[in-house]
């Protein structure tokens, strides 16, 4: 990463539409091989920015201006994260105006130093789904403030990642974190259960808080966490779960009762019903995770003339839009757009990595062969990846095809008694070998 990159210092954020009285020395952002929105990182197709949105949440406005700055500054390929944020690509020399344009769109943290660590992840229906025993955007934002402005929480490692988790039916709930709290009921009252290095759908919790102690246990984990770690113990993974236990000055209740119900498989994927009686919110998927600015354009128009004027982009590559009456008008606009919005479209099933076009460690297009993958409808849930580094997918997929070389990839499906990316089942299938094989395995087997 070039040295001028990495100490961009922006002199205003227009969060607070107050300038900065002065400028941060050269190495104030630390380094990092993750982009953020102060940080470009360079790539074979040019430069990334990442922008970090509170709860995955943008507003119309906001989207327009990534839609223009992507289009101005870069090469206007927008990519949606499994992290529920947005990344731009084919970024050049006008990285400064990118990055001035993105904070005058209030996209920005509230100070500079803050900008690595607003890793929180919510439900995409947080505050509108049925099924939530909570809304979370309220904790939520007194988190990401504690986040921002704590300077010791600027020590956390960029990848360092938090889950709040409202029980809501719309959940991804497989990614792991480094901390997750889950919400259940018990004897009336809405407890937290929280775990450490996992995530809600696969590990047990260590223990629970009452609702009203959600941001203390925050504090107190991080806290925690930072006493014990040395500066090579980056994650919560890195750390005896004990120990840490052991220093959390903050009564723990035990998790009898809890049980997170599964949540919906494909409601990521269409129109549903919102708590407040009709309304409805609409979700598709960017095809492999990619939107151009006219796309993006035009979510947000159907955003402010069918929905409240916001849209939510959800950790399966996609984005959501809220508050909708007329939930069949938006569904065509977003499919007249490129948007997917049934998984009956097989390209909706599969995710890749940018692969061998943009990033140097790719050993095959992973982009241009999942296109040919979904042309041959193997019917799965597929994940390829370029390289063992699984950027795309931050949990493992049914079925998952490791990039040995151009066009040629080793098959694995989920097997919970094997580590990384399943079990093994075939060595350096062409795309054509690997559709076939799938296309003859039912897909009860592999799907989620």
Not at 346 to 372: E, N
Not at 384 to 410: E, F, I, K, Q
Not at 434 to 447: F, K, M, Q
Request: hydrophobic share 45%.
């Amino acid at each position: 990463m070039p040295p001028d990159k990495a100490g961009i210092i922006p002199r205003l954020y227009p969060s607070t539409g107050s300038p900065v009285n002065q400028t941060p020395a050269p190495n104030t952002l630390r380094p990092s091989a993750c982009p953020g929105l102060l940080r470009i990182v360079q790539a074979l197709d040019g430069g990334i920015c990442r922008i970090k949105l509170a709860g995955g949440s943008i507003t119309a406005a906001q989207a327009i201006a990534v839609a223009d700055a992507a289009q101005a500054y870069a090469g206007g390929v927008i990519e949606a994260t499994n992290r529920a944020n947005l990344q731009i690509r084919g970024i050049g020399a006008q990285s400064d105006a990118l990055i001035a344009t993105l904070l005058a769109a209030g996209l920005g943290p509230n100070n500079a130093a803050g900008d690595d660590v607003r890793n929180l992840m919510l439900s995409p229906s947080a505050g509108i789904d049925p099924q939530m025993l909570f809304d979370t955007r309220p904790l939520a934002g007194q988190i990401l403030a504690t986040l921002q402005n704590h300077p010791r929480f600027h020590e956390l490692s960029a990848k360092f990642a938090v889950q709040l988790d409202g029980g809501e039916a719309l959940a991804m709930l497989e990614h792991h974190h480094d901390l997750w709290l889950s919400a259940f009921k018990r004897d009336g009252e809405t407890l937290l259960a929280f775990g450490l290095a996992g995530c809600p759908a696969l590990d047990a919790p260590l223990a629970a808080v009452p609702l009203h102690q959600g941001h203390a246990l925050v504090v107190a984990v991080l806290e925690a966490f930072l006493d014990l770690a040395t500066p090579e113990q980056t994650r919560m993974r890195h750390l005896p779960v004990d120990n840490l236990l052991s220093h959390l000055r903050l009564p723990l209740l035990p998790v009898d009762g809890f049980k997170r119900p599964a949540s919906g498989a494909l409601l990521h994927l269409g129109s549903y019903p919102q708590h407040t009686k009709n309304l409805y919110y609409v979700a598709a998927v960017a095809p492999l995770g990619r939107l151009d600015s006219t796309m993006l354009k035009g979510a947000a128009q159907l955003a402010r003339e069918q929905g409240d004027g916001t849209l939510r982009v959800t950790p399966w590559q996609g984005v959501l839009l809220p508050d909708v009456k007329n939930h069949a008008a938006v569904t065509q606009g977003l499919q007249q757009l490129g948007f997917l919005c049934s998984a009956d479209q097989p390209l909706a099933r599969l995710i890749a990595c940018t692969g061998s076009s943009g990033c140097g460690k790719g050993l095959a297009d992973t982009k241009a062969d999942a296109v040919q993958l979904a042309a041959l409808e193997p019917g799965h849930a597929v994940h390829l990846s370029g390289c063992s580094r699984s950027c795309a997918a931050a949990h493992v997929a049914p079925v998952t095809l490791l990039a040995v070389g151009p066009g040629h990839y080793d098959l694995y499906f989920r097997d919970a008694a094997h580590k990384g990316f399943g079990r093994l089942h075939a060595r350096t299938l062409s795309i054509e070998a690997a559709g076939a094989l799938l296309r003859a395995r039912p897909r009860s087997n592999t799907d989620d």
